[in-house]
């Protein structure tokens, strides 16, 4: 379907239509026509004028959700360091996952009703080195499935995101949910390439392994 055409629109309205009768859809289109000619004068008087910064800012940072203003290349590079964060835990991938962080890169991680711990440099790399050696020996495949990331901010050389996800778990044939997550991530550029400056992992549950 087409959206947007006269066309498109009286398609939706037939199928929303209950009968098949050429002469009730018909009806139902006028009468849908004659009520948005009523409410047309209603929603224009409360909406605000359609201009640059008529809408409200979102509820993290000074830029629209929708606004446009943004560095398209960036923003794509960007999903591909986020999405690659996940893929490469999953791959047990550990000197390829550090590449996505700055060398000084601060980490911390927290289960509900607990201090976040906080990781950065030597301590944080060779605590992941060891976690992520010993649960590719247990046998678990683990899935981090990245679903919702929304900027705050980026400009040229930063960007800060909130970002969902949902981790899974398969080991002798049997498939689980592990738990939901949010990630929220501070990105900065360095010679064209974006990293992840710091990061923060708050599973919605605790759980082992």
């Known amino acids: 379907m087409t959206f947007g055409t006269q066309q498109s629109r009286e398609e939706e309205a037939e199928q929303m239509t209950p009968g098949s009768g050429g002469a009730s859809r018909r009806a139902f289109i006028a009468r849908a ?14 909406l605000p004028p359609a201009t ?43 000197e390829g996952w550090f590449q996505l962080f700055t060398p000084n890169a601060v980490f911390t991680v927290g289960f509900p009703d607990m201090t976040p711990v906080e990781q950065t440099g030597e ?21 981090h499935l990245i679903c919702n990331i929304v900027f705050v901010e980026q400009t040229d050389f930063f960007a800060h995101a909130i970002i969902s996800g949902l981790i899974t778990n398969a080991k002798d044939g049997v498939f689980s949910t592990v738990s939901g997550v949010d990630y929220e991530g501070w990105f900065v ?21």
């Open 189 to 209: 550029k360095r010679d064209g390439v974006w990293y992840i400056d710091r990061w923060n992992d708050r599973p919605d549950v605790a759980f082992a392994g």
């Open 52 to 94: 640059a910064g008529a809408y409200p800012s979102n509820a993290m940072g000074s830029t629209p959700y929708g606004s446009t203003n943004f560095n398209v290349t960036d923003r794509v590079a960007l999903y591909q360091l986020i999405y690659a964060y996940g893929i490469e835990i999953d791959r047990y991938n550990v």
């Open 123 to 143: 301590a944080f790399r060779s605590f992941w080195r060891s976690r992520f050696a010993d649960f590719q020996r247990s046998g678990n495949l683990r899935k």
């Open 33 to 46: 026509a004659a009520a948005s000619a009523v409410l047309a004068p209603v929603f224009t008087a409360v």
